[in-house]
């Protein structure tokens, strides 16, 4: 029995998230059927992260263990053939029996996208619409008081499922190329909505409703209140898994 690490990418308009659930449709879902039809056998994978309903990733791993001995090329090419156009494998190779795609990351980057100018339908499916130009430098200004170690209970919605609301942010900024404006986060762990709170709470404040120091008073009150809005999950991309 072998360990097989795949590397995949998803557009996750039409799913309910990752992670399976008995009545709704997920991408780990279509992934173990696809695979039961390469394979023939039931096939079960375990993923990086839990992707939330309508949010995309440009890389997200995940593990199975397996028999099978198809080559590489073969058996991404067969797999890709069965799974729908909206996933894609992009790679895949063995792995130690000890790794674990999700407790073995070391890191993850997602990337929050937003346009501003006339609405564009090839952007809407992607990044979210502005109505006018927040100030980036504000939004930075904000992005680097959340770097660190803090308490992101405030941050998060109440639906998370852990206790611990303590996480650790290596790199947090605001980017800006022609009309486009991505909020860029990496930490090993998030809480549940939490990029999406930082970002609606970064453009609060580029649009001067939230003080550039407001996650002082978030992280010490624990008050979600305070925070901005919770940004709409299409703009939403899980763009890096560092191991």
């Known amino acids: 029995m072998k360990r097989v690490l795949l590397t995949v990418s998803y557009d996750g308009t039409n799913y309910h998230g990752w992670q399976f659930q ?27 992260s839990r992707t939330d309903t309508g949010v995309h990733a440009r890389e997200f791993a995940c593990h199975l263990d397996c028999d099978d001995n198809i ?22 190779r063995e792995v130690s029996n000890d790794f674990h795609a999700r407790y073995s990351i070391s890191g993850k980057r997602y990337v929050y996208g937003m346009y501003t100018g006339v ?29 660190g170690e803090h308490n992101f209970c405030g941050f998060s919605s109440s639906g998370r499922s852990t206790q ?4 650790t942010v ?25 990029v999406r709170i930082l970002a609606g709470t970064a453009l609060a404040v580029g649009y001067g409703k939230r003080p550039v120091d407001i996650s002082k008073q978030v992280f010490s009150e ?20 560092f191991y």
């Open 170 to 194: 290596k790199e947090c900024f605001v980017a800006k190329k022609d009309n486009k404006i991505c909020f860029n986060i990496t930490a090993k762990g998030f809480l549940y909505n939490m």
């Open 222 to 241: 624990r008050d979600r209140s305070l925070a901005g809005d919770t940004l709409p999950p299409n703009g939403l991309f899980l763009d890096k898994i």
């Open 119 to 147: 609405k564009n339908p090839f952007d809407e499916r992607y990044f979210l619409h502005l109505s006018s130009e927040p100030d980036v430098d504000l939004m930075n200004e904000f992005a680097k008081t959340v770097v």
């Open 22 to 48: 008995p009545n709704a449709l997920t991408v780990q879902q279509v992934f173990n059927e696809a695979l039961e039809k390469l394979l023939g056998v039931p096939t079960d994978i375990t993923g990086c």
């Open 71 to 92: 080559p590489k090329e073969a058996f991404l090419k067969g797999l890709n053939a069965i799974l729908p156009d909206d996933i894609a494998v992009n790679d895949c």
């Open 164 to 167: 611990n609301t303590v996480r």
